[in-house]
């Protein structure tokens, strides 16, 4: 009989909820625009921009209430942007 150790020995990361797998795909989505900012940084703001504005739409306007600091003023920047820009429409 093989013995691998105690399960809190690994380094296997298992989702115990869906709240643990949101993190991890959250995650894995920053991990895939730090790559991208250091091939095309202006693509990879022009995605997080994107990505503000849809959360922003999917939440009832209300995203930029969830955040602070920095990743507060980045979202105002964006969706101030984006309601200037509608209104010039």
Known sequence: MTTFGHLEDT???????????GERRGMELATRL??????????????????IVALDQAMGGNF???????ARQAADRVLTQRDSSSRNS
Do not use: H, K, S, T
């Open 11 to 21: 380094d296997i990361d298992i989702a115990i909820d869906e709240r643990d797998a």
């Open 34 to 51: 730090r790559m991208v900012a250091a091939e095309d940084p202006d693509l990879a703001q022009e995605l997080v921009d994107n990505l």
């Open 64 to 70: 930029r209430d969830y955040l602070d600091g920095d």
